[in-house]
């Protein structure tokens, strides 16, 4: 089984400041790490993937994310917030082993403070 | 290059009728997962399908509450007799078939309200 914990539902920070959204996992397997991002009546975005290769994964928007294994976790990072960062973050686990493999994380809301 | 296509986006059912959600994957992809989200609540898994087959429906109610992937035409979800408690975001995402390893391709969502 696999599990993903978003730590805060909501996060705010200010124009310009850097952005830090938690993750951390359980999965009983090497997994596969997604971060999706959902603006405002729309469906998810990826923003980036881990799949085993580099440990630091960078994906659009200026996003990156890094995995430790030693933590169990998945951090997505970015170094200088835009308000048009502001939407809902979503971390999610697989296993790569079946199509009930993709487990997301409750979301975290990002707001931007101009 | 369409993406993820379902339709309607809003839906509003009075209790007891039926709820028909539509989705049609991006062009290549020949898997469909269906997911709920409830508010402050991430994504629930309710079931994937390839063309003409359910493969994993681990994740949809038991009663009310079916989905259908034909060899031709959109992936339906179909909910029965509807209740309160349905009102949710349902989203529909479709991948190639390579693997857990290829990101799923979200639609806009349906948002399904029970009055």
């Known amino acids: 089984a696999q599990s993903v914990t978003q730590l805060g539902s909501h996060v705010s920070v200010s124009e310009g400041a850097l952005v830090l959204l938690r993750c951390n996992y359980s999965?009983?397997?090497?997994?596969?790490l997604f971060w999706y991002v959902q603006y405002p009546n729309q469906g998810l975005q990826l923003l980036l993937k881990?799949?085993?290769?580099?440990?630091l994964v960078k994906g659009i928007n200026g996003f990156e994310a890094e995995f430790k294994k030693s933590e169990t976790s998945f951090h997505l990072t970015k170094p200088s917030a835009h308000m048009s960062d502001a939407a809902e973050y979503f971390c999610?686990?697989?296993?790569?082993?079946?199509?009930?493999?993709?487990?997301f994380g409750k979301g975290t809301h990002l707001i931007i403070q101009p | 290059n369409a993406g993820v296509m379902q339709n309607p986006r809003h839906l509003v059912r009075r209790r007891g009728q039926e709820a028909r959600l539509r989705c049609s994957p991006m062009?290549?992809?020949?898997?469909v997962y269906w997911y709920r989200q409830l508010p402050e609540e991430g994504l629930k898994f309710m079931v994937y399908?390839?063309?003409?087959?359910?493969?994993?429906e681990s994740g949809m109610p038991k009663e009310r509450f079916s989905a259908e992937f034909p060899k031709e035409g959109p992936s339906i979800l179909r909910i029965q007799q509807v209740v309160r408690g349905d009102s949710a975001a349902y989203f529909c995402?479709?991948?190639?078939?390579?693997?857990?390893?290829?990101?799923?391709?979200f639609g806009n969502g349906t948002r399904l309200t029970v009055t």
């Open positions: 995402a479709s991948s190639p078939p390579t693997g857990w390893n290829s990101p799923l391709h």
């Open positions: 999965s009983s397997v090497p997994p596969y």
């Open positions: 881990y799949t085993s290769a580099a440990t």
């Open positions: 999610a686990v697989s296993d790569g082993g079946g199509a009930d493999g993709l487990t």
């Open positions: 062009k290549g992809h020949s898997h």
């Open positions: 399908l390839q063309k003409e087959n359910i493969i994993d």
